[in-house]
């Protein structure tokens, strides 16, 4: 079935086509005969339907959307004999929807339960012999919707993990305030699909809007600040050439070349100190979610761009940069317990419903229905190792035993998780360091995870001795491994990777000392990192 699927469409998702498995040849016709029995009655359906979600006060784009993922909607598509993917691709560009609507999930399943409230009198009415029948067709729809669903959601929340991790990456590797404005710049620009973006900064003594950076590059413009432009530049807005929204364009010449514009201020502490506008060459619909997502980066991009301009100034304001970079470390830390919660709360616990659907649906079906059990076998055990993954990635994001037992708990978790994936023998040497505050923990941790990384990928080591203790106020790490060793120096210039980089970065903001000595030949090859940590009083 798979292959079949993937001949038709090359573009199809992996996700798409496991919902798409599902529809056995025998529920195809089933869901065919359905879909001609449902389609003169869809237009009342829908009608009915919409009446529902508006008493029970959905927004006219959520319902709008709620009403392609109907069991009527699918009649619609069916009926004029294209394939079921139609129906789960259209279910999922509306999941994706739903999910940037700020609607949560149990929303969903609220309104699909009306849906079905208004679809079971009607089909005992008109098939009251075979309603058994369909309401098992119904079910495995049902099941097939709420799959991809799932799966549009994260889409969604993966999309505006890896947008920020982008960002903070861009954070680290900007050399200047010019590098760093460009940067977030395109970086937003692709993150919206815009066609141009543009940057703007408020002039020190607020007289001009100064462009700082474009995408594509620009020529350099000075808008002079009108009265009440400031006003009108510190509100987000969707705007779209008409007469309200005159002016509010900097670049003036975006009236005639973009019919759909989008403006977001960047604001500290109710002050706006600059703007961002992205620009569309065809009408762009503004969903609330993206404009959270836009909200926090521009948020984000002025914190960087302050960051980066006390960074310039290191000689006068070191301790005042330090402290900067010990916030950023501790909004890093937010951000994956976030991400994290955000994985187990909803996508996790979605997961588990799958799982146990699956499982409920395995145990009701008949002895001599084996082809399906199997099918459905295959799907929940893919569901278990899913679990497992996902159970993984939120573990490296924000380790629960860290925070509840300590760094020693913690480090002898990673290392036995590392084992497990790795042939390599590793000795652990903990001394009595007493109470560590948690920043020192935290930031530890990381730096230890960040050497297994390194090991794994690059090293080809099979012995590997880590040292951790205190004496005098100070934090003493050490990670050597027999491996093949590399070019200290080649690896700490280069651009595109940061692993060692951001390691000796992150040790030098905390004003520690950080070492790396490594050899690629004769018996004595391998690398040993040293690392230094003050702790605070």
Known sequence: MRSSISAQNPQVSPELADAADVLSDQLRVHLHRLAALLEPHTEKLERRFLNRLRALEFQPKQRAALAHITPGAAARILVHGRPPLKFIEQ???NGRRLAKLNLPPSAILEALQEYDKLLSPMLEDLIPNEHANFNWVREQLHFCVILTLNNAYYQVREAETQAFYELFRIELESRNLEELLRRFLESLTHVCGADAGRLYMLSENSSAWELRAGAPKSAQLTVPNRPGLIKKLSKPRHLNGDAATSGVLLDESWHNRFQSCWSIPLAVNGRTAGVMQFGFAKPYEWLPREQELLAAAAERCLMAAEKARLMEDLARREEQVRRLAEHMLHVEE????????????????SLLCIRLQIELIEQSLPEHEGEWRAKLCEARDLTERTILEMRRLISALSPAVLEQLGLGAALRQLVNRFQRLNPCRIRLQLSKMGQLPQQIEVISYRLIQECFNNIGKHAAASHVNISLSTA????KLAVEDNGIGFNVEEALQKRESFGMSGMRERVALLGGRFQVESRTEGSK?????SIELPIPR
């Open 91 to 93: 279910v999922e560009y």
């Open 334 to 349: 937010i951000e994956r317990r976030r991400i994290s919660r955000e994985l187990h709360d909803e996508a996790g616990q």
């Open 472 to 475: 005098d106020g100070i934090l």
């Open 525 to 529: 090859r391998g690398t040993k990192i």
